[in-house]
């Protein structure tokens, strides 16, 4: 919804623009892409962004495990929602980066840490290709059509506050990113009818199980601290956990939660029926 | 019969997969293979489960999995036990497919299968829409819910379709054995999936199993909200074993269907005639399966009460 705010916006400018979401599941917590192209003249190019003038990133986190800045631009620029200041951020590359506490803003006006409206004002303040005010104007269309014309206008103002608090700087350029190993098998090395048995490869397992390779550890705000003294073993939340974080030991006689991947949802927390378990935030 | 205690330590859908935070799809697939055992072969069509268990080249489950299109769980079922019984091999054949590979899409093949009476077990996960390609209405969406197809506008808010009585058109099958599951009922749960387990035939099990983002909801909620839908009356817990229906949880008192859509986002708009709409269908469902022969019928509404919250920065974060 951004990036079409954004191109809305472009054009009410009198610019050409596309803008359009890298399909993918509709699940909470996935990283997610959406490309913006804008231009003077009329853009015929409809592929996906490879190498960017601009990325926004709405999850800092993400700069941990994925290099968001491989196709970037040497003059390009990152826009990042952050709690840090430009030059406390390691990109792997020294470039014009902005920085602005989106989650923060969100929180604070729009009560729910949905940043993708503030992160445009903060796009507006670095970039200058579009005025904050066609952005105002058309997050108010964009948002009040859908949601109420209130909504609407408080997304306007959490652009308003971002660009104002946004600050630009340069990147620091020390950490090297390794690109994420995957597994890339011949067509030879695929077993007949597409079918995948149990294996080992350089990037580890695959097939049967190999799940347990992906750590989900990251999308958790909270996470689940039991009382042991309060705790009855009534396995409820073993039971319940959906994620199977939640793991018996010691001969079945006490639990043991394996952080690793706790999406922290609190079921635990919610259906323990002597309230032994309370949620804590995961990173502070 | 199995209790919590002696249920399984193997994981059989490993740990890592990437469903949403809460949810009652994955909760409900774990625990249903948990008693299954290994002895079991998984066919999943397009859904969500599919999509977080099995992400190439990863994948959660533990034991053979089969995937093809939207449409063929009964078929697929059918031609793999057929497979199976002529190796001489004896595995319980399941097939989860969600509510629109059941209700709407799927609701042919499983018709086939049920009526050839193929020993298969088809599991229904019951989201009350189309999840995985972003919240679409199906057969199973009920009365008033909010769905990308059926938005709520200044004419017409939400669904204006009751929810299809799957039960007893897969009844109507004079299947060996159709039961009604949630995950809020433990005990319930794992006493279904045992006996149809061990049933040979078709067997239908129906699971109630919440969407974290399609019903807008706390995650934390997930097994809460079960458990009012419940108490209201909106799921009902039974079996039917040969033409025999046996009611296996009676709700104590019923509770206000309000109760139980206030926690949803996606019933969030409806106006107080819509929720009395409502009220009478759930009022004539849970005479239909409630009331003894004779007594007067009931409909009750109690006002919502008011649950704990988890924390203070929990609520925070999800809303009230």
Known sequence: ?284 | MITIKELSDDNLFTAGHTACPGCGVAMSIRNAIRVLGKDTVVYVPASCAVVFGTTFPYGAWKVPFFHTAFENTGACLSGMQAAFEKKGKKVTVVGFAGDGGTYDIGLQSMSGAAERNDDVLYICLDNEAYMNTGIQRSGGTPFGAWTTTTPVGNVVQGNRRFKKNLGDIVAAHEIPYYATLSIGQPLDFIRKVEKAKNMRGFRFLHMFTPCIPGWKMDPAKTVEVTKRAVQSGMWTLYEIENGDKRITYKPGKMKSVKDYLMMQGRFRHMSEEDIKKLQMWVCKKWNLHYKEKGAPDVCEILPPVEHHAVTEEHREMHGP
């Open chain 1, 1 to 284: 919804m951004a990036a079409q705010t954004l191109a809305e916006a472009a054009v009410s400018e009198g610019n050409y623009a596309v803008a359009f979401p890298y399909f993918g599941a509709e699940r909470r917590g996935a990283p997610v892409l959406a490309f913006t192209r804008i231009d003077s003249k009329k853009i015929f190019s409809k592929t996906q962004v490879y190498a960017p003038d601009c990325v926004v990133v709405l999850d800092d986190s993400l700069l941990d495990t994925i290099d968001v800045v491989a196709g970037l631009k040497p003059k390009g620029m990152a826009i990042i929602n952050s709690r840090e200041k430009p030059e406390d951020i390691d990109l792997g590359k020294i470039i014009d980066t902005a920085t602005v506490n989106a989650t923060s803003i969100a929180l604070e006006i729009l009560k729910a840490p949905i940043t993708n409206t503030a992160i445009l004002g903060a796009f507006a303040k670095a970039t200058g290709i579009i005025k904050i005010e066609s952005l105002e104007e058309s997050i108010k269309r964009k948002f009040g059509e859908k949601l109420g014309a209130k909504v609407g206008e408080r997304n306007a103002l959490a652009a308003w506050t971002a660009y104002e608090r946004t600050i630009t700087g340069k990147s620091r350029g020390v950490k090297k990113l390794e690109a994420r190993k995957q597994w890339l098998p011949t067509h030879q090395e695929i077993p007949v009818g597409g079918c995948l048995i149990e294996g080992k490869t350089d990037a580890g397992l695959i097939g049967p199980g190999s799940f347990i390779e992906n750590k989900v550890s990251g999308w958790a705000t909270y996470r689940p601290l039991r009382d042991k003294a309060k705790c009855t073993m009534c396995l409820l939340c073993w039971f319940y956990c959906p994620e199977g974080t939640i793991v018996r030991i010691s001969d079945r006689g006490d639990l043991m939660t394996n952080y690793d991947y706790c999406k922290g949802c609190g079921v635990c927390a919610n259906e323990c029926p002597v309230d032994a378990i309370k949620m804590v935030r995961a990173r502070i």
